[in-house]
């Protein structure tokens, strides 16, 4: 019994022996150092760490593969049946790049990528090899700001944007006298007359969160009837005067947040400053009565810099354009009297040469309501869009702009029940024209 037992264990290790691959050590070496060597997969679990060396099959292909953090991974065939080899060498290229913060103006400035904070200049942050939006914040200011695209190993060094005024030293704000019992010891000084004077605290300067101003604007309307029937076929209005205050106001920079510092809330409100005496047809016979018009416009917006030469600001939002009139009932039933209220999304390109930002922008409009006109035939449908060019700039505190607009909505109409008698038309055009200058003062 005891023979046949170790008779088989014999027998059970020859077998594995003849079942075991033949192998040869090799060398595995990387540049840089640290990677984790596998054989032929990864699931198979890693071998060794760089420098090593490894058991690799003399009787077939194997496949060394090499990984380390920051870099590409790299594999490379290995045949020994073609030759002794020694050892196998790669050459890891690097996945990573490194901002560099040592200029003297981002000295103690909060540093924010892809926002995430990544602590105070002066530093080094390694980051992945692609597009980053950086901010650098100093003192409450912002003097970086932008979108940099990096190359592997690439060593890019951050500077203050041109555009962004420099740092400024802490503005002294005088605090007045505290009235205090004489002989108290709490910081200040005493005056003659026993009340404690209170020496001057630095305020950190911060940028703009709100500007507030107004807008004069001067419109023009063409509105025309395709096959109009018991309707004026078009009306002309034009030197229509809106007046009326805006408001911007930046949450981001108003709470000292780092994040999304682009974003911003705007809002303006217009009233007709005149009213124009509105004709029924070429001849020029009155209809009794005269324009009424109005502009409310609310937007959320966002804008990002794209370096010193320009930026991209997407923004959405509400707009009322009010075209209306009084006068009697009879004279309005026969002027497009509309009321458009519309959601609007629009992408305005930006060029920046210092203080002067010429733009251009582009929106499309969805009408919600149009107000009584729509109510004269028994369906319509009506599209909107717009476009905009313009220059501003901004002087200190100071911002002004100029701006030409055009709108158009296009009228689909239906009159299933309408009769001789009764408005009718197969669609319209309303185009809307405008020159527009704002001024604001920012704090």
């Known amino acids: 019994m005891r023979r046949g037992s170790l008779a088989s264990g014999l027998l059970a290790a020859w077998v594995g022996v003849a079942g075991a691959e033949p192998t040869r050590k090799v060398v595995v070496e990387t540049t840089p150092p640290g990677a984790t060597v596998y054989l032929d997969d990864i699931e198979n679990g890693e071998v060794c760490t760089t420098p090593c060396s490894i058991d690799v099959p003399v009787d077939r292909k194997a496949s060394i593969i090499v990984r380390k953090d920051g870099f590409s991974p790299d594999i490379k ?18 996945t990573t790049a490194t901002l560099v913060f040592e200029d003297p103006g981002l000295t103690g400035g909060t540093i924010v990528v892809d926002d995430a904070d990544k602590g105070r200049a002066p530093t080094h942050v390694p980051v992945e090899v692609a597009g980053h939006h950086v901010v650098v914040t100093v003192r409450g200011r912002v003097v970086f700001d932008d979108f940099i695209n990096l190359d592997a190993g690439e060593e890019y060094t951050v500077k203050p944007n041109k555009a962004e005024p420099a740092p400024l030293p802490p503005r002294p704000v005088t605090i007045p006298k505290v009235v205090a019992a004489a002989g108290d010891d709490d910081g200040g000084s005493s005056g003659d007359d026993g009340a404690k004077v209170v020496k001057s605290v630095a305020a950190a300067p911060r940028d703009a969160w709100i500007a507030a101003g107004g807008v004069f604007q001067v419109g023009f309307r063409q509105f025309r009837y395709d096959n109009p029937r018991n309707v004026a076929p078009f009306e002309h209005e034009g030197g229509q005067v809106l007046v009326g205050p805006s408001l911007e106001l930046w949450p981001a920079r108003l709470l000292g947040a780092h994040h999304l510092r682009g974003l911003s809330l705007f809002a303006k409100v217009e009233f007709g400053a005149n009213h124009r005496q509105v004709l029924q047809d070429p001849v020029g016979t009155p ?13 959320v917006k966002h804008r990002w810099n794209l370096g010193e030469a320009g930026a991209v600001e997407l923004g959405g939002g509400f707009v009322q354009d009010q075209l209306q009139y009084t006068g009697t009932s009879m004279a309005i039933a026969q002027v497009p009297f509309a009321d458009y209220k519309s959601a609007r999304v629009g992408v305005r390109g930006i060029l920046r040469f210092g203080a002067v930002e010429p733009y251009a922008q582009v929106e499309g409009r969805i009408p919600l309501s149009e107000g009584t006109l729509a109510t004269r035939f028994s369906h319509t449908s009506v599209t909107g869009a717009g476009a905009e060019v313009g220059l501003a700039a901004r002087l200190g505190p100071i911002g002004l702009r100029l701006e030409g607009s055009i709108v158009y909505y296009g009228w689909s109409i239906t009159n299933d029940n309408a009769g001789p008698t009764d408005p009718a038309a197969d669609g319209a055009r309303d185009v809307l024209e405008g020159i527009s200058a704002l001024a604001d003062f920012a704090y």
């Open 77 to 94: 065939s290995v045949d020994l049946r073609k030759g002794r080899i020694k050892s196998v060498t790669f050459a890891l290229t690097s």
């Open 287 to 299: 209809t009794g009565a005269a324009t009424y018009w109005g502009n409310v416009e609310i937007d």
